[in-house]
Nanobody, 125 residues
Framework: QVQLVESGGGLVQAGGSLRLSCAAS????????MAWFRQGPVKEREFVAA????????PYADSVKGRFAISRDNAKNTLYLEMNSLKAEDTAVYYC??????????????????WGRGTQVTVSS
C-alpha cells in the first residue's frame, strides 16, 4: 500500500522560509511523477508544483513562481518543497500527491490517486 507522509510545516513569519518533505513508501517512488498541492481556509485544493521521475518540473503555479522549488531524492523516496519569501496568503495545508503515471498528468487534483494527510503551514504577517 502506498503511503505518503508530509512533514516540515509550521508557523513562520512573512518573508521566512520552510522546507517541506514527503516520505513515500509502499511503491516505486522513482517511477512516478509527484506533486504538491495546498488548501487554504475556505478554498479549494490548488496545484503548487510537480516533478517528473527524472527531476523535470512543469510550470509552477503563478502564485509561487520564483519563490518555491520542488525537488526529489529517488534514493531516499522523498519529495521536497523549498518555500522562500513566504506570504500570509501561502497559509494552507500542504499535500503531496502521486501521479497514476510516470509522466506529469496536469494540475487537477482529481487525477492524482495517492495523497498524504498534509502538513500545516501558517505564515504570520
Amino acid at each position: 500500500q502506498v503511503q505518503l507522509v508530509e512533514s516540515g510545516g509550521g508557523l513562520v513569519q512573512a518573508g521566512g522560509s520552510l522546507r517541506l518533505s514527503c516520505a513515500a513508501s509502499g511503491g516505486s517512488f522513482s517511477n512516478y511523477a509527484m506533486a504538491w498541492f495546498r488548501q487554504g481556509p475556505v478554498k479549494e485544493r490548488e496545484f503548487v508544483a510537480a516533478i517528473t521521475p527524472d527531476g523535470i518540473s512543469p510550470p509552477y503555479a503563478d502564485s509561487v513562481k520564483g519563490r518555491f522549488a520542488i525537488s526529489r531524492d529517488n534514493a531516499k523516496n522523498t519529495l521536497y518543497l523549498e518555500m522562500n519569501s513566504l506570504k500570509a496568503e501561502d497559509t494552507a495545508v500542504y499535500y503531496c500527491a502521486r501521479s497514476p503515471n510516470t509522466y506529469y498528468v496536469g494540475s487537477s487534483p482529481k487525477v492524482y490517486n495517492y495523497w498524504g494527510r498534509g502538513t500545516q503551514v501558517t505564515v504570520s504577517s
